[in-house]
């Protein structure tokens, strides 16, 4: 069946952007997408241009935020977003939400911190973000270390709580917020270097432990939280020795 043939396929490539490589990847994305194009009629069909940008872009930089693969973001994201304003209109909720986090979370990785805001009030704008639980939770961790990134302290200051409240009402704070929370409330407040290095590192041990629980791993997959702990751990190690030597 041409349509079950598809549907296989596209399943494939999703779960193979976990955990292979790239090369491995292509020519699954192309059985996909001639798999896709031998289609005539059925739900495919009327989304085909959103499915074929998929293919043929988007994935790339899924995977790419999926395996930490951060120096390689720039180059796509400039592609990607390229090609998105010609499918970005009549998106239904879940690919609004899913692109939309997902160009905020990348531009964030590669430190265009402001062009990670502009996708994160888009999102914030929608009533369609309540609709999902998961991208509301990682939406709202997002757009706190953003804010973090962007030494926006004074938001921060009550952004904090009334985060974690909202994610209370709307039941979606599991572990992983709630760290997250507690991470940025100490870490905006420390004084100097050393003082940040101490709540990083043991952050770190916080989230690696926190990362074994299978139900966590969705939030995780949304906020490599484990990578952004070790490039600031990098940072402010190197802060503390340019401290000391000119002390």
């Known amino acids: 069946n041409p349509m079950h043939l598809y549907g296989d396929y596209y399943n494939y490539v999703y779960a193979s952007i976990h955990f292979m490589s790239w090369d491995k990847i292509e020519p699954i994305i192309a059985d996909c997408t001639k798999a896709l194009k031998n289609l005539k009629t059925g739900p495919y069909t009327d989304d085909s241009d959103r499915i074929l940008f998929d293919l043929s872009f988007f994935l790339k930089l899924e995977h790419a935020l999926l395996q930490g693969k951060v120096d390689c973001i720039p180059t796509i994201l400039n592609k990607v977003e390229e090609e998105f304003v010609h499918i970005k209109e009549d998106l239904d909720e879940l690919y609004f939400l899913h692109y939309n986090y997902n ?33 509301l939770g990682a939406t709202h961790i997002l757009n706190l270390f953003t804010h973090y990134e962007l030494k926006n302290f004074d938001y921060l200051s009550y952004q904090l709580k009334n985060t974690k409240q909202l994610l209370q009402r709307q039941e979606c704070l599991y572990g ?72």
């Not at 507690?182 to 290095?197: D, F, G, R, S, V």
């Not at 139900?215 to 402010?236: H, P």
């Open 176 to 247: 992983f917020e709630e760290k997250a929370i507690t991470l940025l409330a100490k870490l905006y407040k420390a004084k100097t270097e050393k003082e940040k290095t101490v709540i990083l590192e043991y952050h770190q041990i916080v989230f690696d432990d926190l990362a074994q629980q299978v139900w966590e791993i969705d939030a995780f997959e949304r906020f490599n939280i484990q990578y952004w702990l070790k490039q600031k751990s990098e940072n402010t190690a190197t802060c503390q020795k340019k401290e000391r030597a000119n002390s």
């Open 103 to 135: 160009f905020a979370y990348a531009h964030f990785m590669i430190g265009s911190y402001e062009k990670a805001q502009e996708y994160l009030v888009i999102l914030h704008n929608s009533p369609i973000l309540k609709s999902r639980k998961d991208y």
